[in-house]
C-alpha cells in the first residue's frame, strides 16, 4: 500500500526496514557476484582499446575481454521480490508460507514451487484480459496453473460455473485433488454449539465473507495434510473437514473476527479532523467496484451526510465500466465534491517511481465520466437523477493525493486542539461526523491516501 516491504510479512506483519535491506543486498549481491548469474554483452557491446584490432584478436584475449563486459542477470521487479521472500522465509525458517500470485498463474514467477500442500483460487472476473485472456475459460485457465500433482486445489464457494468446468479438467489432468470451499453458513447451520451466530469478519462487504470461507478451508486443509495437525489434533478435532464441519473452532471464529486489511473495505477517522470520515476500498474491475459500491452504501445507510468522492483507476483499466458503477453512489448520497487526481504524492521515502504524472489521463477520465453521466441520463429522464450540468461543475481534476487530501481538509475539515486525545472510530459519535469521503479506485491512490494523512496501518 505504502512501502516494497509491506509485500513480505512475518506472522502477517511487514518486514522491518533492516530486514528488508539486509535480505535485498543479499539477494542483489548474488545477482553480481556469482559468476553463473553473469551473462556476456553481445560483440558490438564491446569495447576496444584504442590499438586493438578485432581481426587481431586471440581467444585469451576475447576471454579476458568477455570477463571484463559481463554483466549481471537481473530479474524484472515482480520476479525480483519473488525470489527476495523466498530467501527471506528460507532464512527466517518460517513454519508455512503463503505465496500470493502477482498475475494469473499457469506463467507467473511464484509458480516455481513443485509441490505446494494446498492451492487456493479466489473468485474470478475479467481482470488482465490484456494478458491472461478476453473469457472467463481462458483466464481460469491461467489460473488454474498453480495446481500440482499430488496437492489439493481448493476454489472459492462462489465461483462462475465456467471456471469450475477448467478447474475440474486441469485438476484431473495434473492428478490434483479439486474441491469447492464451503461457505462459512455451512458450518454455522450444521452447530452443535450453543452460539448459533454469523461469524464476524474483521474486514467489511458481503465478498469479504466469500474469501473468509475459502480461508478458512485452505486452513483446514493445510493442517490436514502437513505435520502439524499430529502435533496439534485438538486444532481440528471437532471439525470435519471431509464433509460439512460441526463448528467453526474458537480460534478461527477469533482469528476472522481480528482480521485485518489496510485500503480494503476500510475506514478510519483522523484524530486532527475529527468531523470527517474517510472510507477507502482498492477496486479495479467492475465486480471489485460493484463491492466497494455496495459496501459504501450500507456503511453510509439512512445517512444524510454529504460526500466526497476521490477517484482515479489503475493504468489501462476500462474506466466507462468502473465509472458506470460510481454512478450509483454519486445518485444515492449527497456528493459535493468529485476530485480527480494523479496517483502520485511528494514524500520522498514512500513515492512509487513506476507511477508518472501524465497529465492527458485526468482529461481522459473526465471525458469518460461526462459520457457516462449523459448516458445514464438519457436512460432515466422520467427518473430521479443528478442533474448532467450540476454534476459536472462538483468535478475538480488536482494533480497529486497531496493536492486532494489538502483540498477535503482546507475546505471540509474541522482542525482540534493540539491536545486533543488519539481516537479511532468507535470514539467519535456519529452525530459530529460532517462529511464522508469515498476513495477508490487504483490502490495506489488508496495507498497514497493512507501515506499523506499518516494513517497507520499497521
Known amino acids: 500500500m505504502i512501502e516494497v516491504r509491506e ?8 518486514i522491518s526496514k533492516d530486514l528488508f535491506t539486509k535480505y535485498f543486498f543479499q539477494v542483489w549481491e548474488k545477482f553480481h557476484n556469482d559468476s553463473d548469474l553473469r551473462s556476456p554483452l553481445n560483440t558490438s557491446e564491446k569495447v576496444l582499446g584504442k590499438n586493438e584490432n578485432i581481426l587481431n584478436h586471440n581467444v585469451e584475449h576475447d576471454e579476458k575481454l568477455i570477463s571484463r563486459t559481463e554483466k549481471p542477470i537481473i530479474p524484472s521487479y515482480f520476479r525480483f521480490l519473488t525470489l527476495l521472500a523466498f530467501h527471506v522465509f528460507v532464512q527466517e525458517g518460517v513454519s508455512v508460507a503463503v505465496i500470493e500470485t502477482g498475475i494469473g498463474g499457469e506463467y507467473d514467477s511464484t509458480n516455481i514451487l513443485v509441490s505446494p500442500t494446498v492451492c487456493g483460487i479466489t473468485s474470478i472476473g475479467l481482470d488482465h484480459v490484456d494478458i491472461l485472456g478476453n473469457s472467463i475459460p481462458e483466464i481460469a485457465l491461467q489460473k488454474a496453473g498453480i495446481m500440482k500433482k499430488g496437492s489439493v486445489a481448493i476454489s472459492a464457494p462462489d465461483q462462475d ?62 493442517m490436514k495434510r502437513s505435520k502439524w495437525s499430529a502435533k496439534h489434533p485438538e486444532a481440528i478435532q471437532d471439525t470435519d473437514i471431509e464433509n460439512t464441519g460441526k463448528y467453526l473452532p ?17 475506514s478510519f477517522i483522523p484524530p486532527k479532523h475529527p468531523n470527517i470520515k474517510w472510507f477507502l476500498d482498492g477496486a479495479h474491475t467492475k465486480d471489485s467496484m460493484n463491492a466497494c459500491v455496495q459496501w459504501f452504501l450500507k456503511e453510509t445507510n439512512n445517512s444524510k451526510t454529504p460526500c466526497i468522492l476521490i477517484f482515479s483507476p489503475a493504468h489501462g483499466r476500462n474506466k466507462p465500466e468502473l465509472i458506470k458503477e460510481l454512478i450509483q453512489v454519486v445518485n444515492k448520497r449527497p456528493f459535493l465534491k468529485i476530485i480527480f487526481c494523479n496517483k ?12 508518472a504524472h501524465n497529465p492527458k489521463e485526468l482529461n481522459e477520465l473526465l471525458d469518460s465520466w461526462k459520457n457516462v453521466s449523459l448516458e445514464n441520463t438519457c436512460k432515466n429522464t422520467t427518473q430521479n437523477h443528478v442533474n448532467l450540468t450540476s454534476d459536472l461543475e462538483k468535478i475538480s481534476l488536482l494533480n497529486s493525493i497531496n493536492d486532494a487530501v489538502e483540498y477535503v481538509y482546507t475546505n471540509y475539515g474541522k482542525q482540534t486542539p493540539l491536545n486533543h486525545k488519539e481516537n479511532n472510530n468507535q470514539m467519535i459519535p456519529e452525530k459530529e461526523i460532517q462529511f464522508n469521503v469515498l476513495v477508490t479506485g487504483s490502490l495506489h491512490l488508496v495507498g497514497g491516501v493512507l501515506d499523506v494523512t499518516n494513517t497507520p496501518i499497521w
Open 161 to 222: 460455473s465456467e471456471a469450475i468446468k477448467v478447474f475440474e479438467k486441469v485438476a484431473e489432468e495434473r492428478h490434483c485433488e479439486f474441491k469447492i470451499a464451503k461457505t462459512l453458513d455451512q458450518y454455522i447451520q450444521h452447530t452443535n454449539s450453543l452460539k448459533l451466530h454469523a461469524p464476524e469478519i474483521g474486514i467489511a462487504g458481503e465478498h469479504q465473507v466469500i474469501n473468509a470461507a475459502l480461508a478458512v478451508e485452505l486452513c483446514f486443509q493445510w
Open 7 to 14: 509485500r513480505i510479512r512475518l506472522d502477517g506483519v511487514p
Open 344 to 355: 502520485i504524492t511528494f514524500n520522498p521515502e514512500t513515492t512509487n517511481k513506476n507511477i
Open 250 to 266: 474458537e480460534w478461527v471464529l477469533e482469528g476472522l473476527k481480528k482480521t485485518k486489511w489496510p485500503g480494503r473495505s476500510h
